[in-house]
């Protein structure tokens, strides 16, 4: 089994992406976002830090998250929002995927991928290019022709606070280099 080796910055900033089981999009359904959203909200009361951009597309997530001066616990926090969102989406979609051995063993829901992908940001032009990724995400999955088409994203608040005018990114402007992080 290959070794995961995180880096933990205590106050870090960090790119992490979820993704669900087999791709399902299970976030297609409106009430999967409300359950994450409840989940997210009660894992940052509990264990805060700050949001700073977001991105829910049908079978994945991408957000840029900051920690609070000497805490570097991003892992717990992602397994929690993990936890309640499978807990609380279960019961309302009591049929899954057929589970692995494995899964069994280890009472894993067929929701979520095992793990998650993250990136520590390096500095400020680390996370501004991070924020256009994300952003940018459902343009480049061809979900939506122009950034500002697309609804669960933070794009809409950075665009009320000056950060991007309401046309960036647009099918004929792409700003960032889309495949430079790959598939995600």
């Known amino acids: 089994m290959p ?5 933990y910055v205590e106050g870090g900033t960090y790119f992490i992406t979820m993704v669900t089981y087999h791709r399902q999009p299970i976030f297609h359904d409106p009430e999967a976002g409300s359950i994450l959203r409840n989940a997210w909200n009660n894992v940052t009361q509990r264990f805060p830090f700050n949001t700073d951009a977001f991105c829910l597309l049908p079978d994945h997530i991408h957000t840029l998250i900051t920690l609070p001066d000497g805490d570097a616990n991003y892992s717990m926090r992602i397994r929690e929002i993990k936890r309640i969102f499978t807990r609380f989406y279960r019961i309302e ?3 899954q995927l057929p589970r692995s051995t494995s899964r069994i063993l280890k009472h894993e829901a067929t929701i979520w991928q095992r793990r998650f992908w993250e990136h520590t940001i390096l500095d400020e032009d680390d996370f501004n290019h991070h924020i256009d990724y994300i952003h940018y995400n459902p343009v480049k999955h061809g979900l939506v022709k122009k950034v500002i088409d697309w609804p669960w994203s933070s794009f809409h ?10 046309n960036w990114g647009g099918s004929y402007s792409n700003p960032i280099n889309p495949n430079k992080y790959g598939d995600v």
């Open 3 to 7: 070794e995961y080796r995180r880096v």
């Open 157 to 166: 608040h950075y665009v009320k606070l000056g950060y991007y005018d309401k």
């Open 93 to 95: 979609n009591p049929i």
